[in-house]
């Protein structure tokens, strides 16, 4: 598979229910930075699913609004990113999500990167688990997993893997303890 040649929207739901979860999901709603970013990504996947000869004037579109989500709210969220649903950007500014995958109900707060660690590993990039609360201010960077229900301190630098239900924060990061319910 060719990275952005297929469309990355989860399965099992529709583009305009995926769009009204995406909605509810964020604070302010249709006003919300992160509803701008996660609409832009989406849109970006389902034009995948048109023909060719209207998939063309789709891509103007996505471009002009991947642009005012980077511009206008500081939201980098390319659509080759495989995106869960339920996910919440709170806040925005600073955000640069360029990551293998995002899972299921995760919370990402502002000034975060997900990217690649060296110039030399252009597609080093990190995935992360369901159910992950990541503070503001954190760098995941790498080929690296994050586990389902990991916590990522605010600032935290994060380039080795994450197990599940773990709490990680400092420069590099490290685990300070893994969560009760992870355990069960």
């Not at 360029?98 to 690649?116: H, K, L, M, P, Y």
Request: net charge positive; proline share 5%; with cysteine.
């Amino acid at each position: 598979m060719i990275l952005g040649s297929t469309n990355l929207n989860p399965k099992g739901i529709g583009f305009w229910a995926l769009v009204r979860e995406d909605m509810r999901t964020q604070d302010l709603g249709f006003w919300s930075s992160g509803f701008a970013a996660l609409f832009a990504h989406r849109f970006g996947n389902w034009r995948m699913n048109v023909p060719r000869l209207i998939r063309r004037p789709m891509t103007w579109l996505y471009m002009l609004l991947y642009r005012h989500a980077r511009l206008t709210h500081g939201i980098d969220l390319p659509y080759t990113v495989e995106v869960g649903r339920r996910v919440k950007i709170d806040h925005s500014g600073g955000m640069v999500l360029v990551a293998r995958s995002i899972g299921d109900d995760c919370t990402i707060r502002q000034n975060t990167t997900f990217g690649i660690r060296t110039v030399a590993d252009l597609h080093g990039r990190p995935s992360i688990g369901c159910s992950v609360d990541i503070g503001c201010g954190a760098a995941i960077l790498g080929p690296i997993t994050i586990g389902d229900g990991a916590v990522i301190g605010a600032n935290s630098v994060v380039t080795k893997d994450i197990p599940p239900g773990a709490v990680a924060g400092g420069v590099p990061a490290k685990i300070i303890r893994v969560l009760e319910t992870a355990n069960t």
